[in-house]
């Protein structure tokens, strides 16, 4: 039998709920499947944590499953000798004690710790697969740094959420070179955080569409009733938009505009003419979903939720988060075999998108022009693992980790 890979944990903080709990405890623990829980195929060797806080449970769970944990990304990497000696590095900068700036973005150090982790690289002349959680950078030039160095060292980069791998009720997803004419993401909570997670739950959809993704031209950033006056204006669709929140089950009655006080749009101009829209509903929606005008005729709409375990659901909110299990698992594969799962051109694209929002509201809520954001990719590769139901069902409920 071959050796099992060892993989780095190089994370900002580590409690309870926290995004290294999500992802780096199911690398030790195993993951929850639809179909049954899964052991790990590879073993976390080492952990950094940048902040252990009063609320840490990371030095525990290291201790209990036997990982050192190291107080040097350096030495994470090279389990303290002088050279790489991981296969893989899950990099997980959320969470923790970082400043924000003036545009209510949180500073955190992915960029920081990927120039170390590319550092070791490139001194010991080995690339290795390297996860990045969430969206690259706060700012463009960060993110493209980050593309770029990894496509130098050959070193596979893959990055996002778990939105693109939840379950969805009911399935939808396009068929390649489907004609999309418009294409609305209903999403909640704070523009950052959950930014990202509506527009990588629009760009995981569209960009199946036919010619492929060819980058975005424009966006321009919303917020209160300049929202509503924008779909009268016929700048985005309410029939999608009605459309995606139907789906939603947990949901008030009545009027959007009756529990949502401060709506927020990011409105996304494609570079070959589709209209994309992040539609954060606050106080209305706790899930994420999603809408498209489709076909020749542009005429049939087509809706689903982006159900996340332990979003808007009582009975999941202490669950084990199966919809990181997924993610995780396709993290793994990356691991063992050496190819990203999901293509690296949707979180750089989406990077791009959610910086512009932020600028545009920074600057007046204008129509933001985006030449930069000129990516083009195809998505054509299945993914490996994905939920088989529209809700999580039998192992994903049960107790976890099992006894």
Not at 79 to 104: F, Q, T
Not at 141 to 166: I, K, T, Y
Not at 270 to 290: E, F, H
Not at 383 to 402: K, S
């Amino acid at each position: 039998m071959p050796d099992r890979k060892k993989i780095a944990a190089i994370v900002t903080e580590y409690f309870a709920g926290s995004h290294a709990d999500v992802i780096v405890t199911k690398f030790l623990k195993g993951f929850p499947t639809d179909n049954g829980f899964q052991a790990p195929r590879v073993d976390v060797a080492s952990i950094y944590i940048d902040q252990v806080s009063a609320q840490d449970i990371g030095v525990g769970l290291a201790a209990k499953h036997g990982v050192p944990i190291f107080t040097s990304i350096f030495e994470a990497l090279t389990l303290g000798g002088d050279s790489l000696a991981v296969d893989g590095v899950l990099l997980i900068g959320e969470h923790g004690e970082y400043a924000w700036n003036e545009k209510e973005q949180q500073l955190f150090p992915r960029k920081y710790f990927l120039e170390q982790i590319c550092g070791v690289m490139a001194t010991s002349g080995t690339a290795v697969p390297v996860f990045n959680d969430k969206h690259l950078s706060y700012n463009w030039q960060d993110a493209m740094w980050m593309f770029d160095r990894m496509v130098e060292l050959n070193a596979p980069l893959m990055a996002g959420s778990s939105l693109p791998v939840c379950w969805r009720k009911p399935w939808l997803e396009h068929e390649f070179d489907s004609t999309i004419d418009e294409a609305v993401a209903i999403g909640f909570s704070g523009l950052e955080i959950y930014g990202f997670h509506t527009l990588e739950v629009l760009q995981c959809m569209v960009e199946r569409r036919a010619g492929g993704e060819t980058g975005v031209a424009a966006v321009t950033c919303l917020e209160g009733d300049d929202v509503w006056r924008a779909a009268e204006d016929g700048r985005w669709s309410r029939e999608l938009a009605e459309a995606a929140c139907g789906e939603i089950e947990n949901k008030p009655e009545g009027r959007i505009e009756d529990h949502c006080s401060n709506p927020a749009i990011a409105l996304i101009e494609y570079r070959d003419g589709l209209r994309g829209a992040a539609l954060m509903l606050d106080g209305y929606v706790q899930d994420l979903a999603y809408a498209a005008r489709v076909g020749e005729s542009e005429s049939e709409v087509v809706a689903t939720e982006f159900f996340a375990q332990g979003h808007g659901d009582e009975d999941d909110v202490d669950g084990p988060y199966g919809h990181f299990a997924y993610l995780s698992l396709n993290i793994e594969e990356m691991f063992l075999t050496g190819a990203a799962t999901a293509p690296i051109q949707r979180t750089l694209l989406t990077t791009g998108m959610l910086e512009a929002m932020l600028d545009s509201r920074h600057e007046g809520h204008r129509r933001l022009e985006t030449p930069w954001l000129d990516v083009r990719y195809e998505c054509r590769e299945p993914v490996p693992w994905r939920p088989v139901a529209p809700r999580p069902t039998g192992a994903c409920l049960d107790p976890w980790p099992p006894a």
